[in-house]
């Protein structure tokens, strides 16, 4: 799985914590595109897959096999990712889904506000929130991060029956690798408290051990360059 790359929402969201804006973003959330440093880590990712991924799909030297289906979000900054990969020179494109299900956490009155926004608009909510925590609080309007898990173990079962034994990229946002994680973690798994952040344009990834599939990397971004 794939987190997008940066976003001018993520770079306004920065600058208005610096700054104690109080200020809502304009437009919808799903409309945010990928800002100049995004579209960078996009092509950086389109480089990662390019070095996993052979001709036709085959294993590439030194790599592992690439995905042979590819799983977006609705949104716009997923969709430029998976677009500025996918022109990679050397990248083969595996066919393209487009699923609702894979769309960022809703968050209701609140959508396109920063933390001090939030708190200026309705600060009890805002209150209620830090309180509560992001797995249990549900927005006005919005979802909980449980909500989130609800539609994303109903895309990964019917991604099970419909795609079987498959290699598949998911190009998301860094609520949906978390509802993975969860999901894939099986029954009875504890909701991951002080999990390690997802960044943008990283990659997380679970392999098949022939019974259910295991964490084998988490937010990596060793593909991008320090710079």
Avoid at 14 to 41: F, H, I, N, W, Y
Avoid at 98 to 104: A, G, H, K, T
Wanted: aromatic content about 6%; proline content about 9%; glycine content about 12%.
């Amino acid at each position: 799985m794939v987190r997008h790359g940066q976003s001018t929402a993520n770079v306004a969201y920065a600058e208005a914590e610096r700054t104690g804006s109080t200020v809502p973003l304009p437009g919808r959330g799903r409309d945010v595109p990928l800002s100049e440093l995004g579209r960078t880590q996009a092509g950086a990712l389109g480089g990662w897959l390019a070095g996993i991924t052979g001709k036709g799909g085959e294993e590439a030297a030194g790599g592992g096999p690439g995905p042979d289906l590819v799983v977006c979000s609705p949104y716009v900054r997923a969709r430029q990712t998976w677009e500025a990969m996918a022109g990679h020179p050397r990248v083969v494109p595996p066919p393209l889904l487009v699923d609702e299900r894979l769309r960022d956490r809703e968050t209701g009155i609140f959508e396109m506000h920063p933390p001090d926004a939030r708190r200026a608009r309705a600060p009890e909510e805002a209150a209620r929130w830090a309180l509560v925590g992001d797995w249990f609080y549900r927005p006005p309007g919005g979802e909980a991060l449980t909500d989130v898990v609800l539609r994303v173990r109903d895309f990964v079962r019917e991604l099970d029956r419909v795609a079987p034994g498959r290699r598949v990229l998911l190009i998301a946002h860094d609520a949906i690798a978390v509802a993975v994680r969860l999901v894939c973690a099986g029954l009875g798994a504890a909701c991951p408290d002080g999990l390690p952040p997802v960044p943008n344009a990283s990659v997380s990834q679970w392999e098949s051990d022939g019974g259910r599939l295991r964490l084998t990397r988490w937010g990596d971004t060793a593909h991008l360059d320090p710079g």
